[in-house]
Every structure is written in C-alpha cells, then in structure tokens.
C-alpha cells in the first residue's frame, strides 16, 4: 500500500512537469502567432476597406473631396495601428510582462503564473469583432457605407456556421432588405417583394475581420494555428491523465488512514482487555 501510494506520488509529479513543460511551450506559440497575426490584420483591414472604396462603392468615395479623402485614409491607418497593437497586447509574454509590473507596485505574489493561458481565441474574435465594428462606422461616417445597423449585421455573421469565404475577403455583402428581414423578423418578410422591386433599394456591404479567413489566406498563419490546435490537444490529455491520478492518489491516501485508524483501534482494544482478564485470574 505504501509503495503504491508514494509510486503514485512520483507519477502526479511527473505529470505536473510534463503539463508546465507544455503551457511555457504553448505561451510560445502564442507569442509567435500572434506576432505573425498582428501585422496581418492590419493590412487586411486596409485592404477590404480600400476594396470597399474602390470596388463596392466606388461613386460614393469620388464624391468626397481630396481633404476629405486624406482625412479618412489617415482615421483608417489609425484604426489598423490600433488593431495591430491590441493583437501585440495579447501576447502572454507581454501580459506577464505587465502582471509582474503590477505586481512591483502592489508588493503582491500572482499564484496564477503557472496556470494556462485565457482562452486566446475568444479575445481575438473580440477584438477583430471591435475593429470591424469601428471601421464600418468610420465609412458610414464618410457615407461610403450606407445606413444601416451594422452591430445586427455582425451579430448576425458572428452566430453563423460554415458561413461560406466572400468574393472579397472579409467583406460581408447583402441587400438591405434581406438585412432588415433578419432583424425585424416576419412581418418585413411580408412586403419583402415590393422592396426588392423598390428603386430606393440597396446592396449593403459589411466588413467583418474573421481569424479563419486571415488563416485561410496565410497559411504560414494557419501551420502555426494548427500547432496550438495539436498542443491544445495534448495538454487536454495531460490534465484528464493528471485528474485521474491525483483520484486514485487520494483513494490510497484515505485507504492508508483507514487501516491506519483501523490497526490503532485494535491495539487499543487489546491494551484495554489485558487488565480485564488479569482481573479474571484474582
């Protein structure tokens, strides 16, 4: 029993530094992909919208005056940089960078150093959702995109599965109608048809960053994501391995204690019987 336990023991060890081994190398992924992704996203996103001046609504960015035309480049460079270093900012050595500053002027330890990242994909979504948000504002500001609810539009896209790859990438394009068919529900349904034959009615065009189309489009990007995706997978092993042996460790640590308490009683019951019988004998 004994033997079992501390062999357990080793076992428990050799897996938590198997696991810690893991998240420092999944820390490194990390750092590269993100630092592959953030000057991506930065061009791309300079890229759909110059597409969807030149492109998609060409007659509405020649409309607008050469200052105006400067101003929005600049308010569209500016969003970009902003992006890209968002995306920077995700890096986990950066976070800890800046975990361990804070920690200098608090005085205080992080126990959680040694834990696994937040999900890091959930926050790139986010932050691509944001920055699709914004530019989609600025060129509406500039009436380059017409009016309409872009936060439904997203919202939309976001929910959607499988959602096929565009003719432009990272370009969501719909007529108008069909957008507000999605989100005021049936009763556009019914004069749907007249609106389609409506003179005032208008193609819509969205864009909407996504982490699968930047991967599709650079696989360099893609390699890296499917060695996060493979370490993701061994780290899920390594835990589920972990769990089952820090189980079985406490099963023999409380069948230990058992027999333990269980032997103490019985020489305690015979200590008490040997006076009972020398009794007996007088």
Request: proline share 6%; net charge negative; aromatic share 4%.
């Amino acid at each position: 029993m004994s033997g079992n336990l501390e062999a357990v023991e080793r076992e428990i060890l050799g897996l938590q530094g198997m696991l810690l081994a893991a998240l420092a190398e999944m820390r490194q992924l990390y750092d590269v992909y993100l630092e592959m992704l953030a000057p991506i996203a930065r061009q791309q996103l300079i890229t759909v919208s110059y597409q969807v001046c030149t492109q998609v609504f060409p007659e509405q960015f020649l409309t607008l005056e050469e200052p105006e035309r400067q101003e929005l480049q600049r308010q569209i460079v500016e969003l970009a940089t902003v992006l890209e270093t968002t995306i920077l900012g995700l890096q986990p050595r950066r976070q800890e960078d800046s975990s361990s500053k804070q920690e200098a002027v608090n005085g205080e330890e992080d126990s959680t150093k040694a834990q696994e990242p937040p999900s890091l994909s959930a926050q790139l979504s986010q932050v691509l959702y944001q920055s699709s948000l914004k530019i989609n504002h600025l060129l509406q500001r500039a009436t380059i995109l017409p009016p309409a609810p872009i936060a439904v539009i997203l919202e939309i896209a976001s929910k959607a599965e499988n959602r096929p790859l565009g003719r432009i990438p990272h370009l969501l394009t719909m007529m108008l109608d069909e957008q507000k068919l999605q989100e005021e529900g049936a009763e556009e349904q019914n004069t749907s048809d007249s609106l389609r034959e409506s003179p005032s009615h208008h193609p819509m065009a969205a864009i909407y960053l996504q982490l699968e189309e930047l991967e599709f489009q650079h696989p360099p990007l893609a390699n890296q994501r499917s060695q996060i995706r493979q370490l993701e997978a061994r780290l899920a092993t390594l835990q589920q391995q972990l769990h089952k042996k820090q189980r079985q460790y406490l099963v023999l640590k409380a069948s230990r204690a058992w027999w333990q308490t269980w032997k103490a009683n019985e020489a305690a019951d015979a200590t008490a019987s040997v006076p009972e019988a020398m009794d007996g004998e007088q």
